[in-house]
């Protein structure tokens, strides 16, 4: 298995208050990921990382920021958690440019805002 | 924009009862397609990868195939075990990964 590590892997938090989920590799990727997912919307991305300090969006990202400030942790911060998001969050990584450039998956992170 | 499709939503297979999921795409610099098997409470695995049209892959009771605008998945005689959700991918020239909703196989005895 990929060395991806989230934590934690279950939160149950209060709206309004601030959430940060992790994510901790031991592959050495570039390229790291976090999506979202939500019955009948399939996987959807948020933000995503090709190096260190270097993000951008995905198609869902109002609401959350993002930070990686090593190679090995990409951070994702729910400023002021709302109901939306609740939702299972799953961190992928990718050797993106090199000949295998298949996502890895991490186990998830159940998050439930009450 | 990116964009999955695939179809069906849900195949309730009897156990040896082959059949296909389908994928179709539209993606702006295809790096490549992949194909997911997602357990209840689990993380994506990864299972495949196409690059080009034609090409094809196997695996066990699965066999994936491309063309320029869809991928099929195939499973031949299936088990049980085989039962899950089934999730195509395209990767866009920035890095992206564009995922479909899936295929939800249960394949009964």
């Known amino acids: 298995d990929a060395g991806i590590t989230q934590s934690p892997r279950h939160k149950v938090t209060e709206t309004g208050t601030p959430v940060t989920l992790r994510c901790h590799q031991t592959?050495?990727?570039?390229?790291m990921y976090w999506y979202r997912q939500d019955p009948g919307h399939g996987l959807r991305l948020i933000h995503y990382s090709y190096g260190v300090k270097d993000t951008d969006k995905g198609e869902v990202s109002d609401g959350y920021s993002v930070s990686r400030s090593k190679t090995e942790d990409f951070l994702l911060t729910l400023e002021s958690a709302t109901s939306s998001q609740t939702s299972v969050y799953f961190c992928a990584i990718s050797a993106v440019g090199t000949v295998n450039t298949e996502a890895f998956f991490g186990q998830g992170t159940r998050l439930t805002v009450v | 924009e990116d964009q999955v499709t695939q179809s069906p939503e849900a195949l309730r297979l009897q156990e040896g009862e082959s059949s296909s999921l389908n994928c179709s795409y539209t993606?702006?610099?295809?790096?490549?397609l992949f194909w997911y098997r997602q357990d209840p409470g689990k993380g994506p695995e990864f299972l495949f990868t196409?690059?080009?049209a034609g090409e094809e892959k196997e695996k066990e009771r699965l066999k994936a195939t491309l063309t320029k605008k869809e991928s099929f998945l195939h499973i031949t005689a299936p088990k049980p075990e085989d039962s899950a959700t089934y999730l195509c991918a395209v990767q866009d020239s920035w890095g992206k990964f564009q995922f479909g909703a899936g295929t939800q196989v249960v394949v009964t005895p």
């Open positions: 592959e050495n990727h570039r390229y």
């Open positions: 196409l690059y080009s």
């Open positions: 993606v702006s610099g295809l790096r490549g």
